[in-house]
């Protein structure tokens, strides 16, 4: 490409869902690139499909698989597939298939495809897309954002969410839907009354979340040691989790969560559920539990006296964020800009790994 830099689309909805995992992961990446790729790349927003060298698909919104059909060359990325959605949302049959079928023929219309997540790869190359344009790369976080607070910050910040500096504080942030594990962590607060829980996160897709009217009742009668607190501004959650003493996670399936990277980036310990998907992105650094007996074991472990959990998940979680720091993920994004840039024959049109026409 010699001097000149390399124009890039960058497909992106700031304005709808900021407190989604996805738009976190896709304000991370813009800053990456305006950041650490200033002097290579002009990133614009959402103008010149047309005319750009690669358009990058952040989601599967409908506008941008317009967009998709006029660009050079393109790629998106998968932050889902069809069947994450269940347990997420409830639709009638026919449009969950419809739905499906869309989300697979966007991902085809793209040139190549990104995913967050390494295994999910072959998940993708079993649905018929060709390995040759499935690429990994992890999401990222900024420490400037999400940081250790001081104990002065924490004191301000527990107080700013009506927390006593005393208090035990269990964190977990989502939506409130049944794969998010919202009923495991309702029922962890109630297996350890002396410990306040505080979940973070609302009903993202209204009343056809799935299960609705069951998980809305469950927060209602929810036990009186845990808070139900809604979405939280982003540039508020540093503050959050430097509040907290342990963040778990509940959730059924996952890809990369960027709640995880945010927690780890503050120092929080973290435990999760025992998924596979987790053990390439995540290793050691956290605790894997495979039920609401094993979690709960975990927090009455946790908050014993003398316990040197907190201290040990505290200095696993700042390892773990060091895997994931902006600059690391860039390096890997413009990478393989590079290399796409220098073979662009277009995959487009076909989910046969076979294929390798443009079939607009």
Not at 294 to 311: M, N, R, T, V
Request: aromatic letters at 10%; hydrophobic letters at 40%; a positive charge.
């Amino acid at each position: 490409m010699g001097d000149k830099k390399i124009n890039i689309d960058f497909l992106v909805k700031l304005k709808e869902r900021s407190d989604q995992g996805v738009h976190s992961a896709s304000v991370e990446d813009l800053h990456l690139l305006r950041e650490y790729g200033a002097k290579d790349y002009d990133v614009v927003l959402n103008r010149r499909a047309k005319y750009a060298d690669i358009v990058h698909a952040c989601d599967v919104h409908p506008q941008f698989y317009f967009k998709l059909k006029k660009a050079k060359l393109s790629l998106a990325l998968v932050h889902f597939l069809p069947s994450t959605l269940q347990g997420s949302i409830s639709l009638p049959k026919g449009i969950m298939n419809l739905y499906a079928k869309y989300v697979l023929n966007f991902y085809a219309r793209a040139d190549h495809l990104v995913t967050v997540n390494p295994q999910y790869v072959q998940r993708l190359v079993d649905l018929g897309f060709s390995s040759a344009r499935v690429h990994y790369i992890p999401n990222c976080i900024s420490p400037a954002l999400f940081h250790p607070l001081s104990a002065k910050e924490r004191v301000a910040a527990r107080s700013q969410f009506n927390i006593g500096s005393e208090d035990k504080v269990v964190l977990s942030v989502g939506q409130t839907q049944p794969r998010k594990g919202i009923f495991d962590f309702i029922e962890l607060a109630e297996d350890n009354p002396d410990v306040r829980f505080i979940w973070a996160g609302d009903f993202t897709f209204g009343r056809i979340t799935a299960d609705y009217r069951r998980v809305k009742k469950a927060i209602e009668n929810c036990p009186p040691n845990l808070r139900f607190i809604g979405s939280i501004a982003r540039e508020r959650m540093n503050l959050l989790y430097g509040a907290a003493d342990l963040y778990i996670s509940t959730s059924e399936d996952e890809l990369f969560p960027m709640t995880i990277l945010e927690a780890c980036s503050c120092g929080l310990p973290i435990a999760v559920r025992y998924l596979p998907l987790y053990e390439p992105i995540l290793g050691d650094y956290v605790v894997k539990c495979s039920n609401v007996a094993e979690y709960s074991h975990l927090i009455k472990s946790f908050f014993a006296d003398g316990s040197q959990l907190p201290q040990a998940g505290h200095e696993n979680s700042l390892k773990l964020a060091q895997m994931y720091l902006p600059e690391k993920v860039y390096a890997q994004w413009d990478q393989l800009y590079r290399t796409i840039l220098a073979d662009p024959l277009p995959f487009r049109g076909s989910r046969d790994p076979q294929t390798r026409g443009d079939k607009r």
